[in-house]
T-cell receptor, first 112, second 112 residues
Framework: KQEVTQIPAALSVPEGENLVLNCSFT??????LQWFRQDPGKGLTSLLL?????REQTSGRLNASLDKSSGRSTLYIAASQPGDSATYLC???????????FGSGTQLTVLP | DGGITQSPKYLFRKEGQNVTLSCEQN?????MYWYRQDPGQGLRLIYY???????QKGDIAEGYSVSREKKESFPLTVTSAQKNPTAFYLC???????????FGDGTRLSIL
């Protein structure tokens, strides 16, 4: 069964820092991987989606990479801002099951 | 504006009572999903529907039921058989299965 792990569970950084969030998964036969943002008491907003054939995706200050062979993905946030404070979740879609399996998230706090 | 509407935002249930959570979308999406999120954890799939009048169990379907009589609507009933229903419930939809999912703002269910 696919398991998705995100470390650390929580992270605090000062404003302006570049930071990396980590996601690992146990089954490399994924269809795609997504990074989501969740604000307190809210639903999820999709940030980036990487297909299994891709190595990375970029959107503004966000860059997500995918290494299927090692079962890892990273989300890089450049020049962090207090507005980036939220929980970041990664989720993978297995090629066979075609449903999302989520990690438990990293709660990010960017201090002004 | 197009989107997913979940109601109510907060819901309280008495012991032995069934409650129904509403999810409506005007995105013309075929696929809809229900997830459960417990504190500090990722999302777990309860049920999903790929098309009207069709739905499939997810990983934690026991104690829940759904219907999909209209394309726009995918209500979730939490039955008295669900022994630990306190959680945050999220509804999502996608154009078809495997495409990026759009999420509602969730319903928080608590037991009185």
């Amino acid at each position: 069964k696919q398991e998705v792990t995100q470390i650390p569970a929580a992270l605090s950084v000062p404003e302006g820092e570049n930071l990396v969030l980590n996601c690992s998964f146990t089954d490399s036969a994924i269809y795609n991987l997504q990074w989501f943002r969740q604000d307190p008491g809210k639903g999820l907003t999709s940030l980036l989606l990487i297909q299994s054939s891709q190595r990375e995706q970029t959107s503004g200050r966000l860059n997500a990479s995918l290494d299927k062979s090692s079962g890892r993905s990273t989300l890089y946030i450049a020049a962090s801002q207090p507005g980036d404070s939220a929980t970041y979740l990664c989720a993978v879609t297995l090629g066979s099951a075609r449903q999302l399996t989520f990690g438990s998230g990293t709660q990010l706090t960017v201090l002004p | 504006d197009g989107g997913i509407t979940q109601s109510p935002k907060y819901l309280f249930r008495k012991e032995g009572q069934n409650v129904t959570l509403s999810c409506e979308q005007n995105l013309n999406h075929d696929a809809m999903y229900w997830y459960r999120q417990d504190p500090g954890q990722g999302l777990r799939l309860i049920y999903y529907s790929q098309i009207v009048n069709d739905f499939q169990k997810g990983d934690i379907a026991e104690g829940y039921s759904v219907s999909r009589e209209k394309k726009e609507s995918f209500p979730l009933t939490v039955t008295s058989a669900q022994k630990n229903p306190t959680a945050f419930y999220l509804c999502a939809s996608s154009i078809v299965r495997n495409q990026p999912q759009h999420f509602g703002d969730g319903t928080r269910l608590s037991i009185l």
